[in-house]
């Protein structure tokens, strides 16, 4: 149950905050889903502290005590992903059996790292000097700042938290103002598990971000716009804490001429239109050689058509609404200058109307668009993808690859030679072969390159590059 207002939570507290915003269902804009309380710059000082306090004594605790603790997190997530994945739904409008799988997969990242808390992660190492030992070992960083963003508020959230707090860190997380209801119960569960002060959170919007960025922590791990971004690397920089900042990106698919045409309509309409196209690594870019364009365009139209977009916790909803209106009319903005800039409409292009009001908006496709035009060169986050369409293989990686961000590409093909063509050659941080561009498995390094990532990698153990700190230590044992 959420609250009918919901502030922040610091060493242990629920605190009232400032302004109150509402909280908006966008499937139907007269649901209630209470007001959100903004953390004041006071409370996000205090917090910190509270971290700062918290952060010896949690580093301290027992290898096993801490993998209990994690892993008691992670199962309370995956109990309760019925529940929280329906206010997800209700405040964010991805359909219920995504709200519901995003939590269970935030709990399956958190049991995750309770395992990772006791992987051997030390080396030892021989000097030049006869007789004399080295230890390489990796501690905590201390007070980690966490921003994210609404689209995938809990699972982004725990895939940060989790080697945040394995490693020995201590925590103030600041969700998206846009899903605080999801931020609520997800801090419920884990103040619940652990000890007052590792784990603090303030609501609110850019300011309370901005508030945290350039506070007294030693990292801060964001996730969200480039715009914003550049504006938290530059906080962080300047007093000298780490940064990792994961952002937006222009995905491309390429279809080549021996694509198994199944896979990649599949590949198309999952990677373009999952989660309404509100995701980092939605495929934006559908770069199809000229020999089964029409076959593919033809194919995937008719998928596009038969997608069921409705209220978010309603039976059969493929895609439920955009976020917020003001994303909304952000879309629609887009879909003007795709048709301004020649791109041809094949289908979508305008709000649909339902039961309730909100903020539908159809599954669009653009043809017979060039790579320079606004809509292929900038994230849109939304329900909408563009086509190419290219005379070679050398062709379509050209474009793929020229963006000026480099998060996931995928191909859709059947020759050996050009799968591994494209994995050794696509400019990007994850490539896929016959998949949608997605996110990945939770033990595997998850980012991008370019503009679309700022840092080390986040996920699987690589995540102890961002969380922990290496110490060379020497000893001549006489
Ligand atoms: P956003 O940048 O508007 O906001 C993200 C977070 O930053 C929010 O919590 C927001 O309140 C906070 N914020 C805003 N201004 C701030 C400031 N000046 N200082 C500190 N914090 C500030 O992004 P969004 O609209 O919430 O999310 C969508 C974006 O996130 C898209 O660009 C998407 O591609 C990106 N994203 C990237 C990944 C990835 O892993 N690469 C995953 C999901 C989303």
């Not at 020999?291 to 909803?317: P, R």
Request: aromatic share 6%; net charge negative.
């Amino acid at each position: 149950m959420i609250p009918k207002t919901y502030g922040s939570l610091i060493n242990g507290e629920w605190l009232k905050g400032g302004a109150e915003s509402k909280n908006i269902n966008p499937s139907d804009i007269t649901d209630d889903l209470g007001s959100m309380m903004s953390a004041s710059s006071s409370q996000v000082v205090d917090a910190i502290s509270a971290a700062r306090a918290a952060q010896p004594a949690w580093e301290a605790v027992k290898l096993e005590e801490k993998k209990n603790l994690l892993h008691a997190i992670g199962q309370e997530l995956i109990d309760r992903c019925d529940e929280i994945g329906t206010i997800l739904s209700r405040e964010e409008g991805k359909p219920f059996a995504e709200g519901r799988g995003e939590t269970f997969r935030a709990g399956e990242f958190y049991q995750y790292y309770a395992a990772e808390c006791l992987r051997q992660i030390g080396e030892s190492a021989a000097s030049v000097r006869p007789g004399v030992n080295i230890d390489i070992s990796r501690e905590a960083v201390g007070v980690v700042g966490l921003i994210t963003p609404w689209n995938f508020p809990i699972a982004i959230a725990a895939w940060k938290m989790g080697p945040a707090l394995a490693y020995g860190n201590t925590v103030v997380l600041k969700p998206s103002e846009v899903t605080p209801a999801t931020a609520h119960l997800l801090a419920e569960v884990l103040n619940k598990h652990l000890p007052d002060g590792v784990f603090n959170m303030v609501q609110g919007g850019g300011e309370v971000g901005a508030a945290l960025s350039s506070g007294k922590i030693d990292a801060v791990s964001f996730t969200g716009s480039v715009s914003t971004g550049r504006k938290i690397a530059s906080a962080a920089i300047s007093n000298m804490a780490r940064v990792q900042c994961e952002m937006g990106s222009k995905n491309p698919i390429v279809i080549m001429d021996d694509a198994d045409m199944d896979v990649a309509v599949a590949s198309a309409l999952h990677g373009a239109f999952g989660a309404s196209g509100q995701k980092c690594t939605a495929s934006s870019r559908l770069i199809v050689h000229k020999d089964v364009h029409d076959e593919f365009v033809s194919k995937f139209v008719e998928g596009a058509e038969a997608k069921k977009v409705g209220h978010a916790l309603a039976e059969g909803t493929e895609l439920g609404p955009v976020v917020s209106e003001s994303q909304m009319n952000k879309i629609l903005g887009y879909m003007e200058t795709a048709k301004e800039e020649g791109g041809e409409l094949v289908t979508g292009g305008k709000r649909l109307e339902r039961e309730t009001e909100g903020f539908y908006l159809a599954p669009t496709i653009y043809t017979g668009t060039k790579n320079d035009m606004t809509v292929n060169r900038e994230e849109v986050f939304g329900p909408m993808t563009c086509v190419m369409k290219v005379d070679s293989y050398e062709e379509g990686l050209a474009l793929a690859n020229d963006t000026d961000f480099g998060l996931s590409a995928s191909i859709i093909t059947q020759s050996l030679k050009h799968a591994e063509h494209y994995k050794r050659n696509a400019k990007f941080g994850c490539v896929l072969v016959n998949l949608p561009t997605a996110g990945l498995d939770y033990h595997v390094p998850f980012g991008g390159r370019n503009a679309s990532s700022y840092g080390p990698r986040e996920q699987g153990e690589h995540a102890k590059d961002f969380y922990t700190i290496m110490k060379t230590a020497y000893t001549n044992p006489g």
